[in-house]
């Protein structure tokens, strides 16, 4: 199993989960986090003052997948994600030990 | 006694307190980190609260008692002699009395604006309590109570020196006295909520008219007039302020248009009993015009970090609306002529000598004033307290709850 963590731009997120559905994934976790990299920041002005906001809104997914589907999944994801400019995101890749499902107890591929 | 202009002076009284809460605490609170807004809607609060107390104990006596040409005297302290039967002009003594109180209860608040984000709460109170005490109310007396500005002339109809001079100045002095927020000018964080921002600048509007047409103490013309010269202020200078930024970046902002506003309504705020619609309009364009260079000025050039810019748009726009009142007065241009025996010239004077005393008498008891406290109290937190904010860490509170 892997564990999938996508950042990406917030108005794609729509689009990543119905790609992701696409390719069959039910299930994913969203959070709005904030990021920093080679987009850098954002320059805001009040009354004339300009800020530097260097940490501009992001999106981060998490997604449980099977190991037969990691690539689909990352294609999925890269492509609904894309625009193209810069600040579009990373995904990442990590070995998955176990996974539970609360409810049932099941275990690994059967609890994603 | 008289119906009518009692009624439109309760009316007054509570546009006016409702400019302070929630109007100024929420024009402000929207301004700061959000790590600091419940400090900033604290302050206006405590204020209100407390300053109230001062005003029923000493303050209205010191600004409307009998007294000299300098101060009331105590003779009126605790409302001593005041009963429901008593009159001032045409209305109860005691909603003249609630009526001033409103004025005394948000021209420190104003000063709010200067100190947030790093000042001690409890220096705060103590600050503003023994600064409407000795700065605020005397000024009062000298120009609405019958004190030596007021002999001398001085046109102030509803505070532009009484209010917007003093505190604009004092928050001067207190921003240079107490140091910038850590980070500036290049590092602090934006204003965190623009919208609250505009809804308080929204309430400020609406309650501008208590504070200017209620000025006139009585349903009348000179009422009827002054909101309608506050209304046209307010409207030219939003559009002041906005068409400055769009001519220099190309985009209005929401605080920019409010905050223009503002400063119209700081520039009519002296001129209000005084000039006529045009006049009106004028004093509005020149308070977004130029309050806004002045804001560009403060922060940038002399890196006084006045966080909130009530030197720039309520100190700056008091004095330019105090000595236009001198010129759009007169009959030519549509104002309500100026007293007999005075020209434009003479007059400008007179109102040049108001501000000047005014602002030297609030900027060098402000520095006092600090300097003792200090010596009792926190002036500034520490620098921890002050990246975490002062919400948890003064209040034990937190704006905003994220799980």
């Known amino acids: ?112 | 006694m008289q119906g009518a202009d009692t009624a439109w002076i309760l009316t007054s009284t509570a546009l006016v307190l409702f400019m302070t809460l929630p109007g100024l605490a929420l024009f402000y609170a929207g301004l700061v980190r959000s790590q600091n807004v419940l400090s900033v809607l604290m302050n206006c609060f405590a204020i209100a609260a407390t300053v109230s107390i001062l005003w029923f104990a000493v303050g209205y006596s010191i600004a409307f008692g009998d007294g000299n040409a300098w101060w009331g005297g105590l003779g009126k302290s605790f409302l001593s002699g005041v009963d429901i039967d008593s009159v001032s002009g045409t209305i109860p003594e005691t909603l003249f009395f609630m009526f001033q109180m409103t004025f005394a209860i948000i021209t420190p608040a104003l000063i709010v604006g200067a100190y947030p984000e790093r000042i001690h709460f409890s220096f705060v109170i103590a600050f503003s309590l023994v600064w409407v005490l000795i700065v605020y109310a005397p000024v009062v007396h000298w120009v609405w109570g019958g004190g030596f500005l007021a002999e001398m002339g001085l046109l102030d109809f509803a505070g532009g020196v009484v209010v917007h001079v003093t505190a604009g100045v004092s928050a001067l002095v207190l921003a240079m006295m107490l140091g910038p927020r850590r980070g500036f000018p290049g590092e602090v964080q934006p204003p965190h909520s623009p919208g609250l921002t505009m809804i308080g600048a929204a309430m400020l509007w609406v309650g501008w008219f208590g504070f200017n047409a209620g000025s006139a103490l009585a349903a009348d013309a000179a009422a009827g007039m002054a909101m309608t010269v506050t209304h046209i202020a307010a409207a030219s200078g939003a559009i002041a302020w906005s068409v400055m930024e769009l001519i220099r970046y190309r985009k209005a902002s929401l605080i920019g248009a409010v905050t223009g506003m503002v400063a119209g309504l700081a520039t009519i705020t002296p001129a209000s009993g005084s000039v006529g619609p045009v006049g009106g309009l004028v004093l509005g364009l020149a308070g977004g015009v130029v309050c806004y260079m002045v804001t560009q000025l403060i922060k940038q050039r002399f890196k006084i970090d006045d966080s909130l810019d009530v030197f720039a748009v309520h100190g700056v726009g008091g004095m330019l609306g105090t000595m236009l009142t001198a010129v759009f007065v007169s009959v030519v241009l549509g104002g309500n002529g100026l007293a007999e025996g005075m020209t434009i010239g003479s007059q400008l004077g007179v109102q040049a000598l108001g501000i000047i005393i005014v602002a030297v008498w609030s900027g060098v008891l402000t520095a006092i004033i600090v300097m003792v406290l200090k010596m009792f109290l926190t002036f500034r937190v520490d620098e921890e307290t002050e990246v975490q904010g002062l919400d948890l860490a003064l209040h034990g509170e937190r704006g905003y709850h994220n799980m």
Do not use: W
């Not at chain 1, 997120?13 to 990299?37: C, H």
């Open chain 1, 1 to 112: 199993m892997k564990f999938i963590v996508a950042i990406i731009k917030p108005h794609k997120l729509d689009d990543v989960r119905e790609a992701l559905a696409g390719v069959g994934i039910e299930g994913m976790t969203a959070s709005e986090v904030k990021g920093y990299g080679r987009q850098k920041g954002q320059t805001e002005i009040y009354r004339g003052a300009e800020y530097q906001v260097n940490f501009v809104p992001k999106i981060k997914i998490e997604v449980a997948v099977d190991d037969a589907v990691v690539d689909n999944v990352v294609d999925a994801i890269r492509h609904a994600a894309n625009t193209e400019k810069i600040g579009d995101g990373k995904i990442f890749v990590l070995d998955l030990q176990s996974a539970v499902r609360v409810r049932t107890g099941e275990t690994g591929s059967d609890a994603l």
